[in-house]
């Protein structure tokens, strides 16, 4: 039904920047809100950052500032651009859209496969 692009993330040096993306396609009649969550090794899954589809951005404290996530409509895409990073941003980074697949439905949560992003010297 949905499907999420998203390339292969990367190995970066403290203080370094990475950007990711995320592509949503198949049956994505309407996109809700679209976000990032990361998954580092021994935490739980934490919230990143989101973008509704009209509002303002909301960003995790620790990535206030050094992070930006934004979206491309047109292309049902979601960008999360990382700056500064440190080892602590080390993870795997997943995408999270709310999607309505046909009209009239309800919104579900759709999540990409994730990604590996990797901060260390």
């Known amino acids: 039904q949905v499907q999420f692009v998203e390339p292969v993330g990367g190995l970066v040096q403290p203080a370094g920047s990475l950007s990711l993306s995320c592509a949503a396609s198949?049956?994505?009649?309407?996109?809700?809100?679209m976000g990032w969550y990361r998954h580092a090794p021994r935490k739980f899954r934490e919230f990143v950052a989101r973008?509704?589809?009209?509002?303002?951005?909301t960003y995790v404290n620790s990535v206030k500032g050094r992070f930006t996530i934004s979206r491309d409509n047109a292309k049902n895409t979601v960008y999360l651009q990382m700056n500064s990073l440190v080892p602590a941003d080390t993870a795997v980074y997943y995408c999270?859209?709310?999607?309505?697949?046909?009209?009239?439905?309800?919104?579900?949560?759709?999540w990409g496969k994730g990604t590996g992003v990797t901060v260390s010297s």
């Open positions: 999270n859209a709310g999607i309505v697949t046909v009209k009239g439905g309800l919104v579900r949560d759709y």
């Open positions: 973008i509704p589809s009209g509002g303002s951005t």
């Open positions: 198949g049956n994505t009649f309407s996109i809700y809100a």
